[in-house]
């Protein structure tokens, strides 16, 4: 039988996708008072994998992910996940969304998204959200799957997320020292 333990705390990572820079110190305003202080925020780039959201979002966005500097339980993704559903809604439009949330989990060995849609390699959580193992973590790099999102398994933003990982790993030691 096996034992049951805490589970071990990961790295919030917040993909934002917009049209509306603007907006950025409204949504990280919002974003740390539920999770926190972002400890690190990549470089805004055009989104240039699909332009899926160019019409809902009225142009074609940029897409950047903020760090968070607290550690969460992952238990909590299907809350997070509804909570960035409702700040998506506070800002939208007539026309639809002009933020794009997608809060993640970073672990030693994965990147896990949140979502609402259901697909056959997706987990179900509670309340209507799902899980999926976006890339994994093998070979001292991060790995993309057959349905990981192109940008997500780009280059760039695997070693983006290697990096990101390096410093969860850093803090996690440091964490359980203490």
Do not use: C
């Amino acid at each position: 039988m096996g034992v049951i333990r805490p589970y071990v705390p990961v790295r919030l990572v917040m993909g934002v996708l917009t049209t509306h820079g603007e907006l950025h110190d409204q949504v990280v305003e919002i974003l740390g008072e539920s999770y926190g202080p972002v400890l690190t925020e990549s470089t805004h780039t055009p989104f240039s994998f699909t332009d899926y959201y160019d019409e809902e979002m009225g142009g074609n966005p940029e897409r950047y992910f903020l760090v968070f500097r607290d550690l969460v339980d992952p238990s909590r993704l299907s809350d997070i996940k509804i909570h960035t559903n409702q700040v998506e809604e506070r800002f939208a439009t007539g026309r639809g969304r002009v933020v794009n949330l997608d809060p993640g989990l970073l672990s030693a060995g994965s990147l896990i998204l949140a979502t609402t849609k259901n697909r056959s390699h997706r987990i179900p959580l509670e309340k209507g959200i799902y899980a999926e193992t976006t890339l994994i973590y093998y070979g001292h790099q991060f790995n993309a799957l057959p349905w990981t999102y192109a940008d997500y398994g780009s280059d760039r933003f695997r070693e983006l997320f290697k990096m990101y990982r390096t410093m969860y790993m850093r803090q996690l030691k440091e964490e359980q020292k203490s």
